[in-house]
């Protein structure tokens, strides 16, 4: 298996899944500052030219979330996807989504200043991503279970991305919540893999 990484970006996402998997697997980096993604080799693995893209024999994932989807399905006994007869896929499902789907399309509005009318946004609106999210958090230690999934995977990583860079206003739930999925062993083993390879690329 290869994961197609830059360090600092969305990569993240898969370079930490791939931890908690503990699946063994080769890392390629692709240097986006020189526009290696848009070579036709790279963009017969991803049309779109961006990273992560993950390879598994013949089978070519792209799209954070769905490799998150994939890597846990590949994994099951691993607890980080909840099974399909399991009633709280649904929330599974909904939760491993949101971030691409919600979180960073309510980023996008915040930092443009656009003004949009909530009932035809997908996401809503800010306020609403947001509120929503607290509004779960506040009651339970996981998005989808009792256990963590790679639906807090996605969450705590949009969350966090957004309070870092000053998007998101922190709010002690989502602090909370954040500090308790980023603690976990593999999210600091692949901070330490992606800080090195920060450190390389100079
Ligand atoms: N929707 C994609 C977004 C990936 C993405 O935006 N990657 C950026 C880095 S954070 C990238 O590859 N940029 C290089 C480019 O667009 O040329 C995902 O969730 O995987």
């Keep these: 298996m290869e994961l197609f990484w830059a360090p600092r970006t969305r990569s993240f996402y898969a370079l930490w899944a791939l931890e908690e998997t503990g699946l063994p697997h080769e890392k ?3 240097d986006i500052w020189s526009g290696q993604q848009d070579g036709a080799d790279y963009r017969a693995i991803n049309p779109m030219g961006k990273v ?3 390879r598994d024999g013949e ?3 792209t799209e954070a979330p769905a490799i998150c989807a994939y890597l846990a399905d590949k994994v099951p006994e691993s607890g980080l996807a909840l099974p399909l007869e399991d009633a709280r896929r649904g929330a599974y499902y909904r939760w491993l989504f949101f971030a691409a789907s919600c979180i960073e399309a309510a980023y996008f509005e915040k930092m443009s200043g656009l003004e949009i009318d909530a009932r035809r946004a997908g996401w809503g609106s800010f306020e609403k991503v947001f509120t929503t999210l607290a509004r ?4 339970r230690e996981w998005i989808a279970a009792e256990r963590f999934t790679m639906a807090d995977l996605m969450i705590a990583g949009g969350l966090k991305y957004g309070m870092m860079l000053g998007i998101l206003e922190p709010r002690p ?7 308790r999925c980023t603690k976990r062993p593999a999210y600091r083993r692949a901070e330490e893999i992606d800080a090195a390879a920060l450190a390389e690329q100079g």
């Design 28 to 30: 390629v980096l692709i």
């Design 59 to 61: 089978v070519a994932v």
């Design 52 to 54: 992560p893209a993950l």
């Design 136 to 139: 779960e958090l506040e009651s």
């Design 173 to 179: 739930v989502f602090e909370a919540y954040v500090a």
